[in-house]
């Protein structure tokens, strides 16, 4: 089997979406996908992120590396394995999620993403005069 590296970064409001529709075409598999929260310049996460290899089958529908990706045939396969969504919504989500073939520090960086919350800065003590 042909086998990919993908680092795939979703808002946070995709990630169970996301994560439902990669579990519809791959089961148990993909459980643990977009668990892991970043944090951009606010205290609560703003996306998720997972990396790693996945089936070729899957890595070549999805665009990538200034490859436009096929929604079609990826809609074709959740629609096979009966996952509501239609064509629309699909592209819609794709439009929002960043996928490259980078490392996943790379790809948050490039993003301006971190795995920690911004530090608040310290409260300073006013000193009586």
């Not at 089997?1 to 995709?14: A, C, E, K, S, Y």
């Not at 979406?17 to 075409?25: K, S, V, Y």
């Not at 509501?84 to 980078?102: F, K, R």
């Amino acid at each position: 089997m042909n086998w990919q590296h993908r680092t795939i970064i979703v808002p946070i409001d995709l990630a169970e979406p996301a994560r439902a529709a990669c579990m519809a075409l791959t089961g148990s598999a993909s459980e643990g996908l977009f668990t892991t929260p970043l944090y951009s310049t606010e205290a609560t996460p703003t996306h998720a992120i997972s990396g790693g290899y996945i089936a070729g089958e899957f890595a070549d529908l999805l665009p990538c590396g200034g490859q436009p990706g096929n929604a079609e045939a990826l809609l074709a396969l959740l629609e096979d394995v009966e996952f509501p969504i239609t064509i629309d919504e699909l592209a819609g989500m794709l439009a929002m999620i960043d996928i490259s073939e980078e490392e996943p520090y790379a790809a948050m960086a490039r993003l301006g993403l971190s795995l920690a919350p911004p530090q608040a800065p310290d409260e300073v003590e006013a000193i009586p005069w």
